[in-house]
């Protein structure tokens, strides 16, 4: 029987195991800090080269490319094993980052985010996985905890670079600063992760074609989200479920699995975990516009708004820390009451944003719906996510962890092209500034606070149902 010590904080940041958890918190540092960083100087970047009509395209792209990288990533592992495939993940992404920095059109900063989120997808798989691998299972929640908070860490650093830059008119320069971020994580993976490969003993086919038509799905939704006329974003949208029904139809009978076995049987407890992850994460998809609101409705330059973006993060990052260690009971408590609370706080956001605060302090009410919507979804996050590493079937584990970012993005992919759309016909760009700004805020909470309520709904018919034992 484990000691109390060993299930530990201390078990896990001390030694050979504090380095590697240094190690594998750093790439999804890397990743999050780079979020951070393109949201806050995203209006300026847009203000500079044009493509408004095309700003949520910047993380669709990003994202969907990032769906690909995750479900690539045991591939990657298992071929070349876990540093070498850290080194891949690590090129692809500073190169996708030195083209965002040298654009000079809104086609050539698409292209480059769509390579940096390929390489934001390797990188993001394999911390997860690699929390399987590198540690015992009874450190694996604190692990994810830790892996988890290096978002919140990224909301100082990532706003940070972001507003400064911004503000002086260098946004550019914000790119080139990753660079030195890059080589440092590089040189301590280097180091601290081993070079083995997976031992999953299962061969992993790459299921490419249904990658490609999840992609086209959510291509589906952005160019529809251009057109005003409802009758072309419903199309768009029934094209792109369509397209998803039949991917995991095709998933649930072929050996190249995008998610595991189980996972397609209605009710089931695979399939209940992975709808909680994908209707949290739409919660997730109003970040990229909270910026651009603060900044048109209520005048707060790059760097308040990209703190204020932030704080959503960090209140994830609480909730989880929170949460982490706490009995089974309180456990199942944080994972039902949770997402209720994320929806509050997307529906607080709907009636706050629109409202002139004037220049006084009043504007800092906003923190309060901002951390509900993320301390909801981090005190069940890190536990929703164990769950699915201890229902994978035997012989799948891999796959397992990796579709939890497979659904995650794909989530956020449908999920921002979606938002784009009820922004756009909400007058984001027709009539767009301040007045189109209010009416498209208060439609983009309000609908997307749907997500994280219907996971209450979920949560109670599905988990309380299922259980997993060790």
Excluded at 89 to 100: D, S
Aim: glycine content about 12%; hydrophobic content about 55%; proline content about 4%.
């Amino acid at each position: 029987m484990m000691s109390i010590e060993q299930n530990s904080w201390a078990a896990l940041l001390r030694g050979r195991n504090g380095l590697r958890s240094v190690a594998l918190a750093g790439g999804v540092a890397l990743h999050a800090i780079n979020v951070y960083l393109v949201t806050t100087i995203l209006p300026s970047v847009v203000a500079d080269i044009g493509g408004l009509s095309y700003y949520a395209w910047n993380m669709t792209l990003f994202v969907m490319a990032s769906i690909i990288g995750s479900a690539l990533s045991p591939k990657l592992l298992q071929s070349v094993g876990l540093r070498h495939a850290f080194v891949v993940a690590m090129a692809v992404f500073m190169v996708g980052t030195i083209a965002c920095a040298l654009a000079f059109s809104m086609p050539a900063m698409l292209m480059g985010r769509t390579v940096q989120g390929l390489g934001g997808g390797f990188l993001l798989g394999l911390c997860y996985s690699a929390v399987r691998l590198v540690f015992p299972e009874v450190l694996w929640p604190r692990a994810m905890v830790l892996v988890s908070s290096m978002w919140g860490v990224s909301t100082l650093i990532g706003p940070t670079i972001g507003g400064i830059f911004a503000e002086s008119g260098h946004w550019r320069l914000a790119f080139w600063s990753v660079i030195p971020v890059i080589a440092l994580l590089l040189f301590l993976v280097c180091t601290q992760i081993e070079a083995g490969k997976s031992q999953d003993s299962q061969k992993i086919k790459v299921p490419m074609g249904k990658l490609l038509v999840l992609a086209v799905s959510v291509l589906c939704v952005s160019w529809a989200s251009l057109s005003v006329n409802w009758v072309v974003n419903a199309g768009g949208l029934l094209l792109a479920v369509i397209l998803s029904v039949l991917t995991g139809r095709a998933d649930r009978h072929s050996d190249a699995n995008l998610l595991p076995r189980g996972t397609y049987q209605w009710g089931g407890l695979l399939a209940v975990l992975y709808g909680c992850i994908a209707l949290l994460s739409l919660a997730i998809t109003v970040e990229v516009f909270i910026p651009y609101f603060l900044q048109t409705i209520h005048h707060q330059s790059p760097l308040i708004a990209g703190y204020f973006m932030a704080s959503l993060s960090f209140g994830w990052t609480a909730g989880s820390f929170v949460s982490a260690g706490r009995s089974d009971t309180t456990t199942q408590r944080y994972v039902q009451f949770g997402p209720l609370v994320s929806g509050c706080g997307l529906l607080g956001l709907a009636v706050m944003m629109p409202l002139s605060f004037g220049t006084g302090s009043s504007i800092y009410f906003l923190l309060i719906p901002l951390m509900a919507v993320g301390g909801g979804i981090g005190v069940c996050w890190p536990h929703v996510l164990t769950r699915v590493y201890q229902a994978a079937p035997k012989g799948q584990e891999n796959i397992a962890s990796s579709a939890i970012i497979t659904v995650q993005l794909y989530a956020l992919a449908l999920g921002g092209a979606f938002a784009g759309m009820l922004t756009n016909l909400a007058g984001f760009v027709e009539p767009g500034g301040f007045e189109g700004a209010r009416q498209a805020s208060v439609v983009l909470f309000s609908v997307l606070s749907i997500g994280p309520l219907l996971t209450v709904w979920l949560i109670y018919k599905g988990l309380a149902k299922n259980s997993v034992s060790r």
